[in-house]
């Protein structure tokens, strides 16, 4: 299975400050067509988790742009380039270039 | 607008089968979409369990496998889940969801629902 490492584990931002997580795979995650079968989630407190970026870099429909993605090979960077205090939750990464589908364990994200 | 909404037993007794099931509205059932699981202990990360076509084709997580069964009923517009042998480990909240293979990636998740292995 693919391992999936998430840091840090703890992430507490003041508003209107950037901030990053990383997420490093155990092995390559680029499909047949090239692109990196990465995807970001974050799952708000006491809801279902919902996609934010997928391919490693593309936006999901209604995501604010202050949320990016980048990476390749086996490394991937979630960034916000603000963070407000909506975006409190967990954030996981998860890979889909094959089975099984693996997340990380998760990156929780707190208003200093 | 796709809603799953999981709907089951809360409770199930150790060595039982716990079974699942996921009303799907707002969305054709019957597209070239994958439909499946994925659940979350208390307090823990998210674990995929697995997907199914309505053509028939599943994929399982191995660390399940021999115990979990995905189905998908285009009559009905319901997706299964049935776990045999439910331990204390498989004591969870689990999502239903809609995967789009192409894009590799869980558009859309149920609410979920806490499912208990005790006796």
């Known amino acids: 299975d693919i391992v999936l490492t998430q840091s840090p584990l703890s992430l507490p931002v003041t508003p209107g400050a950037p901030a990053s997580i990383s997420c490093k795979s155990s092995?390559?995650?680029?499909?047949?067509?090239?692109?990196?079968?990465l995807d970001w989630y974050l799952q708000k407190p006491g809801q279902s988790p919902q996609l934010l970026i997928y391919f490693a870099s593309y936006r999901a429909s209604g995501v604010p742009d202050r949320f990016s993605g980048s990476g390749s090979g086996t490394d991937f960077t979630l960034r916000i380039s603000r963070v407000e205090a909506e975006d409190v939750g967990v954030y996981y990464c998860m890979q889909a270039v094959e089975n099984p589908i693996t997340f990380g364990q998760g990156t929780r994200l707190e208003i200093k | 607008q796709v809603k799953l909404q999981e709907s089951g037993p809360g409770l199930v007794q150790p060595s039982d089968t716990l079974s699942l099931s996921c009303d799907v509205s707002?969305?054709?059932?019957?597209?070239?979409?994958?439909w499946g699981w994925v659940r979350q202990p208390p307090g823990k990360g998210l674990e995929w369990i697995g997907y199914?076509?309505?053509?028939?084709?599943?994929h399982y997580n191995p660390s399940l496998w021999g115990r979990v069964a995905v189905s998908v009923d285009t009559i009905t517009r319901q997706v299964s889940l049935s776990l045999d042998s439910a331990t204390g480990a498989d004591t969870a909240v689990y999502y239903c969801v809609r995967y789009t293979v192409t894009l590799r990636h869980f558009d859309d998740w149920g609410r979920g629902t806490l499912v208990t292995v005790s006796s």
């Open positions: 092995q390559g995650l680029q499909n047949s067509n090239g692109k990196h079968c």
């Open positions: 199914s076509h309505h053509a028939g084709a599943t």
């Open positions: 707002g969305y054709s059932i019957a597209d070239d979409i994958w």
